[in-house]
Nanobody, 118 residues
Framework: QVQLVESGGGSVQSGGSLSLSCVAS????????VAWFRQAPGKEREGVAS????????YYADSVKGRFTISQDIAENTVHLRMNSLKPEDTAMYYC???????????WGQGTQVTVSS
């Protein structure tokens, strides 16, 4: 089993920045891929950014390209999401996920709230 704990959410004004972190514990060898998802009220959960641990290959949703950066600290079993130029439409609960790819997600965190005011 793997436990994922997110932190770093909060409230910020439009144009501001936030950094989220996701710390993994437990069987940390039991996944190869990590990702950040978000879900706004009344909307479906959507993928924001993902990263393959072995080669660092990252993917981003079109809506966040150029503004968000996903990175990893392998030694600390931590994945970060740096969010710049935040917009009100970025307001959502942000979740960390881990698995073997987007079709094989095995673990989810509890989420951290990000609120962007105009």
């Amino acid at each position: 089993q793997v436990q994922l704990v997110e932190s770093g959410g909060g409230s910020v004004q439009s144009g501001g920045s936030l950094s989220l972190s996701c710390v993994a514990s437990g069987d940390t060898y039991n996944y190869e891929w990590v990702a950040w998802f978000r879900q706004a009220p009344g909307k479906e959960r959507e993928g924001v950014a993902s990263l393959y641990i072995s080669n660092g290959l990252a993917y981003y949703a079109d809506s966040v390209k150029g503004r968000f950066t996903i990175s990893q600290d392998i030694a600390e079993n931590t994945v970060h999401l740096r969010m710049n130029s935040l917009k009100p439409e970025d307001t959502a609960m942000y979740y960390c996920a881990a698995g073997w790819g987007p079709a094989v997600i095995k673990y989810w965190g509890q989420g951290t709230q990000v609120t962007v005011s105009s």
